[in-house]
């Protein structure tokens, strides 16, 4: 299993959220650059990234610090958060972005996704954000009447390869991943999964990862020091 350790952006700066709610964030690193340097010495070989701003103005608003990071750190780079349209799409993946994951975009423009995926192939991912089941969209400020694993079985016909899964009632708590869902969405889908939220220790990703999942992101556990980053890569691999 892969441990993507996340860097959450907002004005620019390294934060992280209770449940979503941007008035909630903590800046927890000032220097995203330095923050991923930290994370690549303790063996991370892949980053997970969202631009909050960019997700709420449905633009992208933090680019300058994600390409700095690319070009600063050099490990593969998947980024979330305001990226809306096809040109967006193609202008990030010629930057040196590796996975750019959909969201909004995917649930109101399913055409899109196709056209993307024709064109970039595995490099188009869909970010799955669920409340109460249902999928949320628009930096999770509106909830649409759409199930999680309906949407997901419809980006798999798609040809989405990958999809990250997150119950943001979970996300920024420290109180657990929801296993039920993971393991709800793990068995519909033949995508790989990626577990977000919640997660609090390294027997979390211990039970992600006897799940057979491919990839779990963690943030909140790595800066609050409940996780050691070198120790679940290592346990993990």
Known sequence: MIIFPAIDLKDGKCVRLYQGKMSSSEVVGEDAVKTALGFKNSGAEYLHMVDLDGAVKGSLQNIDVVLSVIKEVNIPVEL?????????????????????????????????VKEAVKKHGEKIAVGIDAKDGLVAVDGWLNVSKVNYIDFAKEMEKIGIKTIIFTDISKDGTLQGPNLEQLSKIQNSVSCNIIA?????????????????????????????????LKEAIELCK
């Open 80 to 112: 979330g958060g305001g990226i809306r349209d096809l040109e967006t799409i193609d202008t990030l993946i010629e930057k040196g972005i590796s996975r750019v994951i959909l969201g909004t975009a995917a649930l109101n423009n399913p055409e899109m």
């Open 196 to 228: 977000s939220g919640g997660i609090k220790d390294i027997n979390d990703l211990k039970a992600i990862n006897e799940m057979g999942i491919y990839g779990a992101i963690t943030g909140k556990a790595i800066y609050s020091g409940n996780i050691d």
